[in-house]
């Protein structure tokens, strides 16, 4: 059974940091894509960061120089250090693992709420 469960949402001030974990089982994760996607209510769902098999990255426009994601094959574990933060990173964060259509899977989501 594949499950991605991700940990470090919260409530933060504006221009502080967080931490988001996603920790994979069940997938051979190491030849996995690993994704950051988030979600506001009403609006669509929009990658965040990626990581490739071989730790190539990129990441939205909108989070470049603040957001950086990292992975860890060994601990089966994705992570995305946020700092700087704004208000407008308000969404629920999703981890993504990605072989192909048919091998994708998703976690439940973290809440990551910015204030003003």
């Known amino acids: 059974q594949v499950q991605l469960v991700e940990s470090g949402g919260g409530l933060v001030q504006a221009g502080g940091s967080l931490r988001l974990s996603c920790a994979a089982s069940?997938?051979?994760?190491?030849?996995?894509?690993m994704a950051w996607y988030r979600q506001d209510p009403g609006m669509r769902r929009e990658l965040v960061a990626v990581?490739?098999?071989?730790?190539?990255?990129n990441y939205a426009d909108s989070v470049k120089g603040r957001f950086t994601i990292s992975r860890d094959n060994a601990q089966k574990t994705v992570s995305l250090q946020m700092n700087s933060l704004k208000p407008e990173d308000t969404a629920v964060y999703y981890c993504?693992?990605?072989?192909?259509?048919?091998?994708?899977?998703w976690g439940q989501g973290t809440q990551v709420t910015v204030s003003s």
């Open positions: 993504n693992a990605y072989g192909s259509a048919a091998d994708n899977y």
């Open positions: 069940g997938i051979t994760f190491s030849i996995k894509h």
């Open positions: 990581i490739t098999s071989d730790g190539s990255t």
